[in-house]
């Protein structure tokens, strides 16, 4: 079940550092929020797609399954009730406020990947 994927790996790296340059260099209302939440679900996904033989599939619905649970603990407050909320990396990372359009924003991510997988597939078997 594990095996290492290069090419997914690769894309893991360069997302995150696309992700790290839109936290520190992005202040705007739509790519910094949506544009980020967008990006961090296919983020995940090719990290998962690095380590673990996987459908994609089961990765992508995995990864969104993950990115609702991390956003409903948002709404719960989970970084303050961990004692965590002084912590600027916690804060980045687990978030500290639910939104609607974060979940939608999740799901359009997936639903690119799902689609990106399926052209690559189609494209192999030709």
Same mark, same amino acid.
């Given at each position: 079940?594990?095996?290492?994927?290069? +090419?997914?790996?690769?894309?893991?790296?360069?997302?995150? /550092?696309?992700?790290?340059?839109?936290? *520190?260099?992005?202040?705007?209302?739509? /790519?910094?929020?949506?544009?980020?939440?967008?990006?961090?679900? /296919? *983020?995940?996904?090719?990290?998962?797609?690095?380590?673990?033989?996987?459908?994609?599939?089961? $990765?992508?619905?995995?990864?969104?399954?993950?990115?609702? @649970?991390?956003?409903?603990?948002?709404?719960?407050?989970?970084?303050?009730?961990?004692?965590?909320?002084?912590?600027?990396? $916690?804060?980045?990372?687990?978030?500290?406020?639910? @939104?609607? @359009?974060?979940?939608? $924003?999740? +799901? *359009?991510?997936? $639903?690119?990947?799902?689609?990106?997988?399926? /052209?690559?597939?189609?494209?192999?078997?030709?």
């Amino acid at each position: 079940m594990l095996q290492f994927n290069s +090419t997914y790996f690769i894309w893991t790296i360069i997302l995150l /550092i696309i992700e790290i340059l839109i936290a *520190l260099y992005l202040h705007d209302p739509i /790519i910094r929020p949506y544009g980020g939440d967008f990006l961090v679900v /296919i *983020l995940i996904y090719c990290f998962v797609k690095s380590f673990v033989k996987i459908s994609n599939f089961k $990765a992508a619905i995995g990864v969104l399954i993950f990115s609702y @649970a991390v956003e409903i603990l948002q709404y719960f407050k989970i970084v303050k009730i961990l004692g965590l909320q002084h912590s600027n990396i $916690a804060n980045i990372i687990i978030g500290t406020s639910f @939104a609607w @359009a974060d979940l939608l $924003a999740y +799901t *359009l991510g997936i $639903a690119f990947v799902l689609g990106v997988e399926q /052209i690559k597939r189609s494209s192999n078997q030709q």
